[in-house]
C-alpha cells in the first residue's frame, strides 16, 4: 500500500535556529516526492520535489530536502529559520499507479522570535 | 496569472440538497484532481482526471461525482450531501512531467 507518514504533528524552533519536518514514505516503484506548504485560509503552495538525481534538492523560500532511499526518507530542512515560516507543511508522493498522489496528515511549524 | 480558481469559497447547506463546486485553471493542464483536508488526516484524493472525458476514482470517491467535458473544468458535485462531507475541498491540476501541483483557494463546504 502507499503512504505517507509525518510522525509529527507540531515541530517548535526558535528564529534563526535550523529546522526539519520529518517524513517516510511508503511506494512501489521509484517515488516521486513533494513537499507543500500551507498559510492560514489560504491553498497549498509547491515548495520543492524530488524525482530523480542529487538525493538533497532546493526548493522555494531557502528551504530543502534530502532524499534517503535506504531510510525511505524525505525530510524538509532549513538552514535559519524564520518567523514566517510558520505554517503547515504537507509531504506528499505520487504512488505506485503513478496517477495517484498521497498526502501525509501534515506538520505545524511554529518559529518563535 | 496562471491559477486554479474555485467557486464559491464558503458554502453552507443542508442534508441532500444538490450541489456543485466548480474548479477552473488557466494553465492547459491535463490532470486535475480533487481533495478534501481534514484534521488530522491531511488530504485525501477524491477523484482525478488525465484529460477531457476521463476520469476515475482516489481514495475516497463515495459521494461524489466528477465530470471533464472541457479541458479547464473540473467540476465537483454532491448528489446528496452529507454532514459528514463537511470539510475543506481542494481543486489541483499539474502539469507535463507531473511536477509540482497548483492549487485552487480551497472551498470551505458545511452540510448541517
Known amino acids: 500500500a502507499q503512504s505517507v507518514a509525518q510522525p509529527e504533528d507540531q515541530v517548535n524552533v526558535a528564529e534563526g535556529n535550523p529546522l526539519t519536518v520529518k517524513c517516510t514514505y511508503s511506494v512501489s516503484g521509484n517515488p516521486y516526492l513533494f513537499w507543500y506548504v500551507q498559510y492560514p485560509n489560504r491553498g497549498l503552495q509547491f515548495l520543492l520535489k524530488y524525482i530523480t538525481g542529487d538525493n538533497l534538492v532546493k526548493g522555494s523560500y531557502g528551504f530543502e530536502a534530502e532524499f534517503n532511499k535506504s531510510q525511505t526518507s524525505f525530510h524538509l530542512k532549513k538552514p535559519s529559520a524564520l518567523v514566517s515560516d510558520s505554517a503547515l507543511y504537507f509531504c506528499a508522493v505520487r504512488g505506485g499507479n503513478f496517477n495517484k498522489f498521497y498526502f501525509g496528515s501534515g506538520t505545524k511549524l511554529n518559529v518563535k522570535p | 496569472e496562471a491559477q486554479v480558481t474555485q467557486n464559491p469559497r464558503y458554502l453552507i447547506t443542508v442534508t441532500g440538497k444538490k450541489l456543485t463546486v466548480t474548479c477552473s485553471q488557466n494553465?492547459?493542464?491535463?490532470?486535475m484532481s480533487w481533495y478534501r483536508q481534514d484534521p488530522g488526516l491531511g488530504l485525501r484524493q477524491i477523484y482525478y482526471s488525465m484529460n477531457v472525458e476521463v476520469t476515475d476514482k482516489g481514495d475516497v470517491p463515495e459521494g461524489y461525482k466528477v465530470s471533464r467535458k472541457e479541458k479547464r473544468n473540473f467540476p465537483l458535485i454532491l448528489e446528496s450531501p452529507s454532514p459528514n462531507q463537511t470539510s475543506l475541498y481542494f481543486c489541483a491540476s499539474i502539469g507535463p512531467g507531473f511536477q509540482g501541483y497548483t492549487f485552487g483557494s480551497g472551498t470551505r463546504l458545511t452540510v448541517v
Open positions: 494553465m492547459n493542464h491535463e490532470y
